[in-house]
């Protein structure tokens, strides 16, 4: 029996932590708010992320930010992978790169193309497994000032995965009159219009699907209505601008789409279990602990 993914909630808070295994594909997209590392020993893995389809492969270390939309889709015969996640406020404080930095809190699953290092990372993050487990506050800066620097590596030699053409639906997968998938088209739509005042109606007409079928097309192929696939973008965006810039949590509202300050509110707080202001201040609270 596989063992029980540490992340198949909605969403989650991880925390630091390090781990590997032979993933299996979700049966709906998910959120948390670490930086996610991955290291393909073998095979590979396809997800949706942020509105696109994007697959990484063996000996390839990528990363993203976990508070993206994201869900494994699909993973070769015989993948095995390694997992870290480190909190948002370290990664911030860290101050890596501005092109590294800049891609992963914007959606990008960003990879390393130094493919030359893959041996000497499957002998990291085995350490890092290792040493994680012990739970010593000293073997724990330890891992944190090695991932520091091993991102720091990444900037110097990063790429942006590109989108894949193939949908999430499979091969019998509807196509719009472009001839791109259907599923792909009302994710990308998302992606791309989630702080406007849009909803599904709008969505899917620039899919040109019709609401309802749209709506049953999208969840049968990611598991999740596009209303909620909206708001999971929105509330990306105004985790970003909590924990990045000084704007009042009325402006964050307005600028992720919520259109009201109490619509805003109400979600976040049941999607993060804490207010708008109370996750920014438990951002800093961590920071200034590290």
Known sequence: MRRSHPMDVDVATIGLACWSGSP?????????????????????????????RVTAVAGTLSLFWGAM?????????????????????????????????????????????????????????GLW?????TKSPESRRILLLEAEARLRRVAAS??????????????????????SSAVDRLAREIANRYTDPVGVVEIACAAGLHPKYAT?????????????????????????MLATTEAGVLQVAMESGFGSLSRFHAVFTKACRCSPARYRASLRAIASAS
């Not at 594909?25 to 942020?50: D, F, Q, V, Y």
């Not at 404080?93 to 030359?116: E, F, I, M, N, S």
């Open 69 to 125: 939309p994201h869900q494994l889709i699909a993973c070769a015969a015989g993948t095995r992978c390694h997992w870290l996640t480190v909190p948002l406020a370290w990664f911030l404080q860290w101050r890596l790169p501005g092109q590294l930095t800049y891609a992963v809190l914007h959606g990008k699953l960003v990879v390393d193309t130094d493919v030359g290092r893959h041996q000497l990372d499957l002998a990291q993050f």
């Open 158 to 179: 990063m790429s942006i995965a590109k989108s894949a053409a193939k949908s999430p639906g499979g091969k019998g997968a509807a196509k719009c009159g472009d001839g």
């Open 216 to 240: 049953t097309l999208f969840r049968r192929a990611v598991g999740m209505g596009l209303l909620e696939y909206l708001v999971q973008h929105r509330l990306s965006h105004a985790q970003l």
């Open 24 to 52: 299996s594909p979700m049966a709906r997209p998910h959120r948390h708010n670490e930086i996610e590392l991955n290291l393909i020993e073998r095979g590979s893995m396809t997800s949706l992320l942020g509105g696109e």
């Open 129 to 133: 497994t290792k040493e994680h487990r």
